[in-house]
Nanobody, 121 residues
Framework: QVQLVESGGGLVQAGGSLRLSCAAA????????MGWFRQAPGKEREFVAA????????VYADSVKGRFSISRDNAKNTVYLQMNSLKPEDTAVYYC??????????????WGQGTQVTVSS
């Protein structure tokens, strides 16, 4: 498995931006597609975005399309989630995950510990 550590979460006002990072260690980073998921209090974990192993393909949840952008730097073993035009409903713990290119949590075998994003209105 690959070990994942997220960073970059915090408190931001509605309309603001944050960039999350997820650093990977332990296995060959470019062997894995990467995904971002989030979980708000009292809700199930939901898909946010995913990127293929080489970065050529990306997919987004409809709720974030046009506002969030996923990217990766295989030389730095890091995946990013740029979040713009943030809304209070984006408030959640954000998790990165490594696995197969998919929207499904079950396709990802390694998960980070999560980073809190709070958007105030």
């Amino acid at each position: 498995q690959v070990q994942l550590v997220e960073s970059g979460g915090g408190l931001v006002q509605a309309g603001g931006s944050l960039r999350l990072s997820c650093a990977a260690a332990g296995r060959t980073f470019s062997d894995y597609a990467m995904g971002w998921f989030r979980q708000a209090p009292g809700k199930e974990r939901e898909f946010v975005a995913a990127i293929s192993r080489g970065g050529a393909s990306t997919v987004y949840a409809d709720s974030v399309k046009g506002r969030f952008s996923i990217s990766r730097d295989n030389a730095k073993n890091t995946v990013y989630l740029q979040m713009n035009s943030l809304k209070p409903e984006d408030t959640a713990v954000y998790y990165c995950a490594a696995g197969s290119f998919s929207r499904l949590p079950g396709s990802f075998g390694s998960w980070g510990q999560g980073t809190q994003v709070t958007v105030s209105s």
